[in-house]
């Protein structure tokens, strides 16, 4: 059974630190794109992060120079290190997986449930 289980979300505030992972299991981790999306409150889905097998790294240009993503393949698990938190961070962070990349969230072939970030004072 594939599973994609996130944590570390919670409520920070404004120009706090959150770290969140998502441990996998079911599927070969390694070989797959390994994404961030988040979906704040009364919006679609937005992209945040992607990384791929060989390490390289992509970024919204929302989060970028704010929010690292790095991968343990030995441990299966992704991360998001997430620094100088604003408030419309606030959203439900999602860890997804494919095999194509990351542009079109559509294709992504596994998701996890969701963990809520705020960021609030």
């Known amino acids: 059974e594939v599973q994609l289980v996130e944590s570390g979300g919670g409520l920070v505030q404004p120009g706090g630190s959150l770290r969140l992972s998502c441990a996998a299991s079911g599927f070969t981790f390694g070989s797959y794109v390994m994404s961030w999306v988040r979906q704040a409150p009364g919006k679609g889905p937005e992209w945040v992060s992607a990384?791929?097998?060989?390490?390289?790294?992509y970024y919204a240009d929302s989060v970028k120079g704010r929010f690292t993503i790095s991968r343990d393949n030995a441990k299966n698990t992704l991360y998001l290190q997430m620094n100088s938190l604003k408030p419309e961070d606030t959203a439900v962070y999602y860890c997804?997986?494919?095999?194509?990349?990351?542009?079109?969230?559509?294709?992504?072939?596994?998701w996890g449930q969701g963990t809520q970030v705020t960021v609030s004072s």
């Open positions: 997804a997986a494919s095999m194509l990349g990351y542009l079109n969230m559509a294709q992504y072939d596994y």
């Open positions: 990384i791929n097998n060989g390490g390289g790294t």
